[in-house]
């Protein structure tokens, strides 16, 4: 099993994604900015620890989510892939229409060089688990390599787990005192 791979094919899906993002007329990227708004409505009084513990439960709980629907033709890591990339894309191009380039810099880069590569391991591992599950289903002759597999792609989802804890902390704790020197 040649994990890279599944990273590559998830890295692809996330561009294609950040693409869509680009083309989004801005009827659409204005509908996403009210959802952003709702959530961190809601997620608002979340600080420091707080603001830590749920930017990892979410973070957990999706990368999860998607590596066990997985089999159901891989639909659950695709979509993630193809709207976190446009989310990233949108939410960019609705920062710069009022802040600077090193704003939406400092909002994106401190966590996201962490957390970007820790999702895209996480669904690779997702897609490289359902795609092989679903080719042990219509591929007997496969059956016996999905035990390996598995324990193979759980490994990679655990380090991407392990890795999103420092992107959830400089989250939390760095990301909102970097984004403070711009107000």
Known sequence: MNFKRWVLIAAAIFCVGLVI?????????DSIEQTFKDIAGSAAS?????????????????VGASFIFSPIFLILPVVSLLTNGALITVVARLTLQDH??????????????????????????????????????????????????????L???????????????VEAFITPLLLGLFN
Do not use: M
Request: net charge positive; glycine share 8%; charged share 5%.
């Open 21 to 29: 993002g680009l083309l989004l007329p801005d009827s659409a990227a």
């Open 46 to 62: 979340a600080q420091g620890l707080g603001l830590f513990i749920l930017l990892l439960l979410n973070n957990t709980l999706a």
């Open 100 to 153: 600077s380039p090193a704003f939406l810099a400092a909002g994106i880069l401190p966590h996201g060089i962490i957390e970007i590569p820790a999702y895209l391991l996480a669904q690779a591992a997702a897609i490289c688990f359902g795609f092989n599950v679903l080719n042990a289903l219509f591929a007997p002759q496969r059956r016996s390599e999905a035990g390996l597999v598995l324990r193979k792609c």
């Open 155 to 169: 490994l990679w989802l655990g380090l991407a787990i392990i890795l999103l804890i420092p992107a959830a902390l």
